[in-house]
């Protein structure tokens, strides 16, 4: 399953994308982070260290559909992480969401999403979004950007990108990247755990590099 090749642009080798809506892939062969559709990378490398027991080629079931793990994008921020895999299904794409083996699986992207909403919150706080009751429970600044395989970008997140993280009593998340006065990156899924996601093909714990 190939739907698009393309050259690296440093080391010229061919890299092929499984998703037609892919537009980063990260070059195995040297690192560079190839983008396509969207004039900012902001890919600073390969991910410096494994941080999970997922990797490319693990799959995960989601809504009785099991899908394949082929890319992600790793955020470090001042006080923690947040790791993205974007992964592949015959019935769609989603991310999903990783983090100190907390999960959740990312089913909409809005990269043109209002960042007014999240203005001046702080952890603790209460806020409405989608006429839903969300609780603020991580505040952060991304301060460097990684990224691996193939992945769809998440709009121009740079170093110093406030992110928030929301969520409802009934496991519902929300991620808000504020990009700009203007435009915040928002990210809407569900919490879920390595149980009910019944992880396959996950990488041996003795590789872990942590
Ligand atoms: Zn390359």
Redesign the pocket.
Known sequence: MRSKALT??????T?YLLSEDSDLCV??????S?VLNTSSPLIEGLIPEMMSIIMIGSKFQWNDKEYTVNGRILFLCENGYLMFWYAIAAAGKVWLYESNQDYAVIEKMDDNGLPNLFKGKEIGNKMMYNKEKYLVEFYDQVTETYGEGEAKSLGEIKSKTIVIRCTTLESKVIFAFVIDKLKATILSGTYTSAIDLKLKNTRNVDAWNF
């Open positions: 690296c642009s440093q080391c010229q080798k890299l070059c195995p062969y040297c690192g560079k190839n």
